[in-house]
Each structure stands twice: as structure tokens, then as C-alpha cells.
């Protein structure tokens, strides 16, 4: 059963960078038939996907956040990460890592419990 | 860009009705649309995808149908366990992805 697991700092101050890790257990992140995504929701808010990456290192970005987003993946520690530069309020949020099933028509298949993010000095 | 819509906002319903959502696509997306379960304080949780394909391990009572720019997710009798804001994704413009903005279902 595959599982995810956001980690990272829970406070960000602004204009810093938002680091977080998504470690994939129960499977393999190399798997062909599948992208792996972060996702936010602030608040009492809806969701937003931020972007996601395949296994080949390939990535693509929300246009509103393409500017401060790298998402990048380590295959041998079976995780991916997400860095988002210039941090303001309006990036608190709980982030959440997902696997992308292409077979699934681009679903959101398995997340992770999320990991909440605020950004104060 | 694709913009999502729901309807409504948020219902109230009792257990064992028929729940109704609408989910409305600024163009069409063919049969790209998938729909998630979320409770407070926890991650979404895939109902449907392709409009209607169940998703494994999901109950039978939840049903998706539509295709092009409206689409409907039905709950067949309402169980207490239900009770939550379901949010509809469209996947058809990939690589953008876009949610609607949810549909909060509470006890009446």
C-alpha cells in the first residue's frame, strides 16, 4: 500500500523559501504510470495545485506560481520536493503531496496527510 | 484557463437521502473530471474519476455522471459518514489542474 508523508518546517518567515519533502513508502516513485503533485489549501479555502514531476525529473508548474516553484525528485531516497521562493502570507497553507494516476485520468489517487505551513516573522 | 463551478455552495440533508452535486466546466472537457471527499482536518480522499469510474474501495451509493461542461455526482442514501465537502478536478488541460471550489454537505 503506497503511502506519503510531507515533512518540512511548519513557519516560514516572508520573503524566505518554503522547503518541503514528500517521502513515498510502500512503492516505488519510479513507477512509470504515475506523476507525483503538491497541492495546497489555506484555511477554509480551496485547493490549488502547484505542480507536479515525473520520475525523469520533468516537471510542470501552475502558470500563478511558476515564478517561485522547483519541484525536484530524488529517486534513491524515494522522495520528492517542493521549494517556493519569496514567501508571503498568502502562501500559509496546508500543503499536500499526491500521486498523479495517468491511468486514472490525471486523479489524485493517494495524498499524503498534509503538512501546515505559515508564514510569519 | 479552465474555471470550475459547483452548485450549491453547501446543502443540508438527512440520512438516506438522495444527494445531488453539480459540477460545471468553463468549456468542455470531455469526460476529464474527477471528484474527492474531504473531512476536516484531513487530506481529500478520490470518490470518481473519468466522470464516472468508481474508484476502488469506494461505496457503491456514489455515482458520477456527465460529460463536456456538466457534470453530477449523486450519493444515493446519505450515511452519517458523508457528511463532508466534496470537490470536483478538472484533468483535462493537463498539466494545469484546476478544483472547484467545494460543495459542504451537513447534517439537516
Known amino acids: 500500500q503506497v503511502q506519503l508523508q510531507e515533512s518540512g518546517p511548519g513557519l516560514v518567515k516572508p520573503s524566505q523559501t518554503l522547503s518541503l519533502t514528500c517521502t513515498v513508502s510502500?512503492?516505488?516513485?519510479?513507477?512509470?504510470?504515475?506523476?507525483w503533485s503538491w497541492i495546497r489549501q489555506p484555511a477554509g479555502k480551496g485547493l490549488e495545485w502547484i505542480g507536479r514531476?515525473?520520475?525523469?525529473?520533468?516537471?510542470n508548474y501552475n502558470p500563478s506560481l511558476k515564478s517561485r516553484v522547483t519541484i525536484s525528485v530524488d529517486t534513491s531516497k524515494n522522495q520528492f520536493s517542493l521549494k517556493l521562493s519569496s514567501v508571503t502570507a498568502a502562501d500559509t497553507a496546508v500543503y499536500y503531496c499526491?500521486?498523479?494516476?495517468?491511468?486514472?485520468?490525471?486523479?489524485?489517487?493517494?495524498w499524503g496527510q498534509g503538512t501546515m505551513v505559515t508564514v510569519s516573522s | 484557463d479552465i474555471q470550475m463551478t459547483q452548485s450549491p455552495s453547501s446543502l443540508s440533508a438527512s440520512v438516506g437521502d438522495r444527494v445531488t452535486i453539480t459540477c460545471r466546466a468553463s468549456?468542455?472537457?470531455?469526460?476529464?473530471l474527477n471528484w474527492y471527499q474531504q473531512k476536516p482536518g484531513k487530506a481529500p480522499k478520490l470518490l470518481i474519476y473519468?466522470?464516472?469510474s468508481l474508484q476502488s474501495g469506494v461505496p457503491s451509493r456514489f455515482s458520477g455522471s456527465g460529460s463536456g461542461t456538466d457534470f453530477t455526482l449523486t450519493i444515493s442514501s446519505l450515511q452519517p459518514e458523508d457528511f463532508a465537502t466534496y470537490y470536483c478536478?478538472?484533468?483535462?488541460?493537463?498539466?494545469?489542474?484546476?478544483f472547484g471550489p467545494g460543495t459542504k454537505v451537513d447534517i439537516k
Open positions: 514531476i515525473y520520475t525523469s525529473g520533468s516537471t
Open positions: 478536478q478538472q484533468s483535462y488541460s493537463t498539466p494545469i489542474f484546476t
Open positions: 499526491a500521486r498523479d494516476s495517468m491511468i486514472s485520468a490525471d486523479a489524485f489517487d493517494i
Open positions: 468549456q468542455s472537457i470531455s469526460s476529464y
Open positions: 473519468a466522470a464516472s
Open positions: 510502500g512503492g516505488s516513485i519510479s513507477s512509470g504510470s504515475y506523476y
